[in-house]
């Protein structure tokens, strides 16, 4: 069945490199969502895109995060340099293509989640 | 500024007896609500939903209330199983009638029930 998948599944690295996460949303799914769960502050939004453009990024540090969608099939979160604040579980979503008016139907807000990279930075 | 709060980090429940997840949220522009489900090791998956112009949905042992004058949702879990035991965040959208809106989530709650 489609899912999304994120690459890698755990990273540990030391501070100061560069760390970069994968999401292969679900094929036709047009809109991708990166968010950061950690302890203290639930699941919160970094980035989105849709159609590849980015629609909002105020979530994330901009110094040193950055998002990218290069192609319909891959989008990528890149943190650098790291430091170990950043230390947490990255989730991308994705949701399918829908008509203005769709979100009517219940399922029209439903954003299917891959199952994370789990990153530590030493 | 947690615009939807979730403020029991834990809940404990015996098998069969109902369990009730509460959540606040501040912004009155959110007009539709999720509860998502998490298992350790993976993603948040949809559970159950409603619209901000009902104030109960119901999906076979899970039901949803909203009180909008309140801003508070609250998932009961009837009867309450061994794996029902997850974190469950509530999250919200302001998105109107446009599907892939973004959601502001809760801090979520850990829910086990004991056998």
């Known amino acids: 069945d489609a899912r999304v998948t994120q690459t890698p599944r755990h990273k540990v690295t030391e501070m100061g490199q560069e760390v970069t996460m994968r999401c292969q949303p679900i094929l036709g799914h047009n809109t991708v969502f990166w968010y950061r769960q950690t302890m203290m502050q639930g699941l919160e939004l970094l980035a989105y895109?849709?159609?590849?453009?980015?629609?909002?990024d105020s979530g994330m540090p901009k110094d040193r995060f950055s998002a990218e969608m290069p192609d319909a099939t891959l989008a990528t979160l890149k943190i650098q340099p790291s430091e170990p604040r950043d230390s947490a579980v990255y989730f991308c979503a994705s949701v399918p293509r829908g008509l203005k008016g769709a979100g009517v139907s219940n399922r029209s807000y439903e954003q299917f989640f891959g199952p994370g990279t789990r990153l530590t930075v030493l | 500024d947690q615009q939807v709060k979730q403020n029991s980090p834990s809940l404990s429940v015996q098998e069969g007896r109902i369990s009730i997840l509460n959540c606040d949220y501040t912004?009155?522009?959110?007009?539709?609500f999720l509860w998502y489900k998490k298992y350790p090791a993976e993603g948040p998956t949809f559970l159950i939903s409603i619209s901000s112009i009902k104030d109960k949905n119901e999906d076979g042992r899970f039901t949803v209330f909203l009180n909008k004058s309140a801003k508070h949702l609250s998932l009961h879990i009837v009867p309450s199983q061994p794996g029902d035991s997850a974190v469950y965040f509530c999250a919200a959208s302001a998105g109107g009638k446009t599907s892939g809106s973004r959601l502001t989530f809760g801090e979520g709650t850990q829910l086990t029930v004991n056998p």
């Open positions: 912004n009155s522009m959110f007009d539709y």
């Open positions: 895109f849709r159609n590849r453009a980015p629609l909002d």
